[in-house]
């Protein structure tokens, strides 16, 4: 796969895959910010292809913290300018997803110590006692199902199928907020971000990207230090039958 960084003005990293190529559909980014002491995190589906089951829905993210250091969930919402298709909401809703993503710091079995994840399924590591939040959404079952992982935005839901035929899904971008960062947390602390699609941990993507993230100036991390993109696109996979959810 081939890997391009840059840096602008010491704030912005960038991690990519070629992701256009024949047969290569899935695409990811994840977004890093500092703001004050809260660390906001924005998880997007970047693809241009129309998902047609579950294992072409961005279901969750992995990447370790220098220090192993334990983030302190405040919340999980639908990101600006995104949405919630294939599955009507209920009156009043608001965005707020964290009943549906949960957050880990002490995930066994990664490979280079990463420990650290946020998911929308239970993959083998995550319950209910690790979501954001326990308010649950009126007309949706309980954390753990293929409803709110990440669609893209060219995302036809008349055409899905098996387990994401009519469940709710983002598209295409959720934003999780961690609030306490110690004072000399920096955007270098992150490395080795992966990407899991659907249901099983066999479609997570094995691309271990952003080993060394550069330092931002002192002055950005002050106001709005910024982490920008770090993508991964890999090769599709094979269809699996309805039978294997």
Known sequence: MAVTGTVAGDQTYTVSGPGANAGETLSASATFTISNLDLVVTLSNTSTSDPVNANDILTAFFFKLEGDLQLTPVSAEVAPGSSVVGHKLPLGFTGDVGSQWAYRNDLVGLTNGVNEGISSETLKWFGTKNLFSSQKIKGFGSFGSIAFGLTTDDDFPSNDQGNIKN???????????????????????????????????????????????????????????????????????????????
Request: glycine share 8%.
């Open 167 to 245: 469940q709710g899904l983002i598209q295409n971008a959720v934003v999780f907020t961690f609030s306490g960062l110690p004072r000399d947390f920096a955007l270098s602390d992150i490395s080795y971000v992966t990407f899991q699609y659907g249901p099983n941990l066999k479609t997570r993507a094995e691309e271990l990207m952003a080993n060394n993230v550069p330092e931002p100036s002192t002055v950005g991390l002050v106001a709005l230090g910024m982490l920008g993109v770090l993508a991964v696109s890999r090769r599709a996979l094979a269809r699996k039958s309805d039978s294997a959810y």
